[in-house]
Nanobody, 126 residues
Framework: QVQLVESGGGLVQAGDPLRLSCAAS????????VGWFRQTPGKGREFVAA????????TYADSVKGRFTISRDIAKNILYLQMNSLKPEDTAVYYC???????????????????WGQGTQVTVSS
């Protein structure tokens, strides 16, 4: 079973950039949809962005379009989330998740993913 480890979270000011990474151990991401979700206290996990590892098709939540970019380094088997123009409302614990799928586009529902990392905290101060 793939194990996911997120990193790169931290405390930044509004408008700053931040890049999150998600590394997999145990197997490669090949054949998987890989996504980023976020969660704040008292709320469910919210879709942020996802990408099909092999084909590269990606999708974004409307709230992050134009500010966040999901990408992957196939050789290193690492998923990234480049976050620009961060806002206080982006503050959350960010998780990466995967699922094996033959879809052409990645799913956006948290329940569609079956492997999750432990999360990394992103805090954006105003």
């Amino acid at each position: 079973q793939v194990q996911l480890v997120e990193s790169g979270g931290g405390l930044v000011q509004a408008g700053d950039p931040l890049r999150l990474s998600c590394a997999a151990s145990g197997r490669t991401f090949s054949g998987y949809a890989v996504g980023w979700f976020r969660q704040t206290p008292g709320k469910g996990r919210e879709f942020v962005a996802a990408i099909m590892w092999s084909g590269g098709s990606s999708t974004y939540a409307d709230s992050v379009k134009g500010r966040f970019t999901i990408s992957r380094d196939i050789a290193k088997n690492i998923l990234y989330l480049q976050m620009n123009s961060l806002k206080p409302e982006d503050t959350a614990v960010y998780y990466c998740a995967t699922r094996l799928t033959s879809r052409l586009t990645p799913p956006t529902l948290p329940g569609s993913y079956d492997s999750w990392g432990q999360g990394t905290q992103v805090t954006v101060s105003s």
